[in-house]
């Protein structure tokens, strides 16, 4: 699980970096760099020289540095993002442990070796194998991430709206359903141009189109695109019978989707090669055709939403304000206003000082073993209320938008004192008239890397590891394996990981005590399995209150 986790988020990376190349070399004329300042902090974060050179010519370079760390082949040499990203004392001790991957590539094809029959057979040999696959995940995600926001831009807070409601029975609804966002930001640009062709057909609101999953994510914070809902729930974005196609990229399409499509009127698409689902229909997507593959995508549903059956529409009146975009640099961003010449001064001085007890990262999926959303409500409530910082991303950040948990209002009603004070603060300093939200959006699934950058800063601010701090981490309804590889890095770089799902290897004592007890030895951070979210939510707050102790606040 943990090198199909990797696996995934580093082909979304390469793919990512490719197109990154190409942009150099002037061939994808529907992309352009669009945050030139990342792109020059990334350079110089991976010692590349920019002197002299024009800025697509450090774009390629910095595109082919990153695909270096899919192609090295010196077992000496760690991977570039790892080594640029982590706290150097936790690089130290994973290179002491051998848990430093050199390259993606080859660490996901030695796990699928190690792990045929016959081969690696001791229990705390294959958990470090794994572990340094989850390690090549983590890798895959920042790469992705970070190069994303130079073509896309880095996300900034947005307001907008989340649930199903956002379907709008008067337009042409388009949902965009996966994680890449390499067509969707297109499908974006395109949909303004096409609006008009839209009212032609009828639809008096033109062209709406809503996000589903980590795609939705991904527009959601740089666009404002409203957020349809989350993995589980994919398919009534459907049954609303106003959904006039959904667009699919890759990873955690349901493959019933076309089925249900069928009982209406709905276009669903695949648009990857490698990604095709039986009954949909498939426009192929390369990103030198990519503005040609968007037009005929909203073609397709302008053309749907011709064949409407207006009896079967029923669309749940439920949505509620969400204000999502909260990129590492967008919370430095905020924090600035507080303090220009050391913006994390405030954040470190409020955890010192107790107004902040700690931070917690909600990450992962929804599972159909849990009441979907339930439990990421029941931990983030108790936590709030004990006055812990929230961040999100994934499913995890869908469940919070469409619950009303990433607006003021949440602030207000369920933050502790403390923490309430402080979020006013930073809110009536950026100018928001309130507090931010109780839950800050950081992005999709892919994102979680956003959340590892700002604790990095603040381990390197005060001079400790990532295990010090009081932060943890919390993916009650962990399914894919994209989150088994995720929560399994966050153990590596030292945070108390819990998941409230429970993961497939308690069929040995051994691997089971290895992932709480011998991961705390090894690596400072381990996993707490427990279902129960109100017991989850207590535990984490008991940790942290140990992480505090630990550092003398
Ligand atoms: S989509 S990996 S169900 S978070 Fe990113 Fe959601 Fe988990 Fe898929």
């Known amino acids: 699980m943990m090198a199909a986790g990797a696996a995934a988020h580093s082909e979304h990376g390469r793919h990512i970096a490719l ?53 090295n082949q010196d077992h000496h040499k760690g991977c570039h993002w790892i080594s640029a990203t982590l706290p150097d004392k936790r690089v130290d001790l994973l ?26 057979a001791e229990p705390k040999n294959v958990f470090l194998g794994g572990i340094r696959g989850a390690l090549a995940d983590f890798n895959g995600m ?111 399409i349901m493959p019933s989707l076309p089925q ?45 939403f011709t064949r409407r059956d207006p009896n079967k529409i029923n669309i749940p009146n439920v949505k509620q304000t969400a204000v999502v975009g909260f990129s590492s640099e967008a919370v430095i961003t905020a924090l600035s206003n507080l ?16 107004n902040i007890q700690g931070v917690a990262l909600f990450a992962g999926c929804n599972s159909t073993q849990t009441v979907q959303d339930e439990s990421y409500q029941i931990i983030a409530k108790t936590l709030a209320a004990n006055n812990v910082l929230l961040l999100a991303t994934g499913c995890g950040a869908g469940a919070f938008a469409k619950h009303g948990l990433m607006n003021q209002q949440a602030t207000e ?4 004192d403390s ?28 994102d979680n890397s956003r959340a590892v950058t700002l604790a990095t800063a603040l381990a390197n601010r005060l001079g400790v590891d990532l295990c010090d701090l009081p932060v943890v981490a919390s993916a009650p309804e962990a399914m894919s394996e994209k989150a088994i590889a995720i929560a399994s890095w966050g153990v590596a770089i030292g945070l108390p990981t819990h998941l409230g799902t429970i993961p497939q ?20 951070g381990y996993f707490i399995v427990e279902t129960d979210p109100k017991i989850a939510g207590n535990k984490l707050v008991e940790v942290i209150k140990a992480k505090r102790q630990g550092l003398g606040i």
């Open 19 to 71: 197109a990154m190349q190409k942009i150099g070399k002037g061939l994808l004329p529907a992309y352009r760099i669009r945050d030139e300042d990342k792109l020059y902090r990334i350079a110089e974060l991976l010692d590349i020289d920019t002197l002299g050179k024009e800025m697509l010519e450090v774009a390629y370079d910095v595109a082919t540095k990153t695909l270096e760390d899919y192609q």
């Open 95 to 120: 290179s002491r442990l051998g848990a430093l991957p050199h390259n993606i590539d080859a660490t996901v094809s030695q796990i699928m070796a190690r792990t045929h029959i016959g081969c690696d």
């Open 142 to 252: 920042s790469l992705a991430t970070e190069l994303s926001d130079v073509m896309f831009g880095t996300p900034s807070p947005v307001v907008t709206e989340a649930n199903i409601g956002v379907i709008d029975k008067d337009a042409v609804n388009i949902a965009v359903n996966g994680h890449n966002p390499l067509l969707s930001e297109i499908i974006c640009d395109i949909a303004r141009d096409m609006n008009d062709l839209a009212k032609e057909a009828g639809a008096e609101k033109g062209i709406n189109i809503v996000g589903i999953c980590c795609t939705g994510n991904e527009v959601m914070m740089r666009h404002g695109v409203p957020l349809a809902t989350n993995y589980l729930s994919q398919e009534m974005a459907i049954l609303t019978g106003a959904l006039d196609a959904m667009v699919v990229d890759v990873q955690c």
């Open 260 to 304: 249900v499509g069928n009982c209406f009127h709905t276009e669903v698409i695949t648009t990857m090669d490698e990604n095709k689902m039986q009954g949909a229909r498939h426009i192929s997507f390369h990103e030198q055709n990519a503005v040609e593959t968007a037009r005929e995508v909203i073609q397709c549903a302008i053309n749907a």
């Open 339 to 354: 303090d220009a010449v050391d913006p994390l001064k405030p954040l470190v001085d409020n955890i010192v000082n107790g």
């Open 413 to 416: 009603q369920y933050a502790g």
């Open 419 to 446: 923490l309430k004070a402080v979020l006013t603060q930073i809110g009536d300093a950026a100018g928001l008239n309130g507090p931010l939200p109780l839950v800050l959006h950081m992005g999709s699934c892919v």
């Open 505 to 524: 290897v308690t069929g040995s004592d051994v691997v089971t005590e290895l992932m709480q007890e011998g991961a705390k030895d090894l690596f400072g």
